[in-house]
């Protein structure tokens, strides 16, 4: 397996590069058990494959956000080391298949270029951050969760706290109180409102925490039922923290949080909660929502076409979009 360099600014993602890279040359030499590998290269968002000695990159687009630059550095990234086809998920990530491992730390610089990772896409951290579809112009929305669900992405992505914890932790956010994020069925949840407060306008979140699918399906409980902006961050931290610390971890199958919470209960989990948050760097954490812009409907319409996401339509998919 050939060497490569970065051209990367930042020396954060650089690292973890070529930590990756020189992770899985030790795993080649049989310096690093399987076991041990495996967790590593599934918190880079390295996923195996079924197929011996393939992978499958998972790509972590907080609220299923692409820029057309992304979206071409995503397509020309599959056409090289993958099979040309995106598969997009349920969790608004893409996902490309058939990877060599020895080359994904190569793939994952070309990626980062366009700002686009693949850290903690699997395994047990922070998953990606949803969003409803429509956020941003729901018609129905207080104000637009985008900048929350980014500022939560960027909070928690390479947090200490959440690189190794029992299970995977997913996090939505919805526009609306229609709840199209399906927030209920989420670790933890947010719908956006707005209060008074002293005369003032606030905003805030209905926050629901150990909802899930699965054998055992659960709802989300209500923790609050409007939490400050500001308040938001630190709270999702002092619940992870918790869920680090008193989650299963001897048993796969009861190690998401809401076995925790019914084992618990909801006000025993709250307490807990309530212990960690005096330990927190933030008491209160101020998500930036300045930098995003605001989008409004187009008055045009672009044409109805069956575009399949497959690489050799992707020059029509930008053609239609850049023309109109």
């Given at each position: ?26 795993f ?52 090289e ?28 610089n ?65 526009s ?63 619940v ?7 989650g ?36 209160r ?40």
């Amino acid at each position: 397996m050939q060497s490569f360099r970065t051209e990367l600014e930042n020396p954060i993602v650089e690292r973890d590069i070529l930590e990756l890279e020189r992770k899985i040359h030790e795993f080649r030499d049989g310096k690093i058990p399987e076991e041990k590998f495996r967790s590593l290269r599934l918190a880079r968002g390295v996923y195996g494959q079924r197929q011996p000695g393939v992978q499958m990159v998972r790509i972590k687009l907080p609220y299923g956000k692409m820029t057309l630059a992304q979206w071409k550095r995503i397509a020309d990234v599959s056409d090289e080391f993958a099979t040309g086809n995106l598969h997009l998920t349920t969790r608004q990530d893409i996902q490309i298949h058939f990877v060599s491992l020895d080359r994904t730390p190569e793939l994952w610089n070309l990626l980062e270029q366009d700002s686009i990772t693949i850290r903690e896409a699997c395994g047990n951290t922070v998953r990606n951050v949803t969003a409803s579809d429509q956020a941003g112009i729901d018609p129905d929305e207080p104000f637009d969760v985008t900048p929350y669900a980014h500022g939560v992405f960027e909070f928690f992505l390479r947090k200490p706290v959440c690189q190794d914890m029992g299970r995977k932790f997913k996090i939505a956010f919805s526009s609306s109180e229609k709840d199209t994020a399906l927030t209920f069925m989420h670790d933890l949840g947010a719908i956006p409102r707005i209060r008074e407060i002293n005369g003032e306008l606030k905003r805030g979140f209905k926050v629901m925490v150990g909802g899930g699918l699965g054998a055992q399906p659960f709802l989300a409980i209500t923790t609050h039922e409007f939490l400050e902006e500001e308040l938001l961050a630190p709270y999702i931290e002092s619940v992870l923290r918790v869920f680090d610390r008193y989650g299963e971890r001897a048993s796969r199958h009861k190690a998401r949080i809401k076995f925790l919470i019914q084992k618990i209960g909801i006000d025993a989990f709250n307490e807990l909660v309530k212990e960690e948050q005096k330990a927190l760097t933030y008491q209160r954490y101020k998500i930036d929502t300045n930098q995003f812009q605001s989008f409004s409907l187009p008055s045009y319409r672009l044409p109805v076409e069956k575009i399949e996401i497959k690489n050799k339509n992707f020059n029509r998919a930008c053609e239609i979009v850049t023309k109109n």
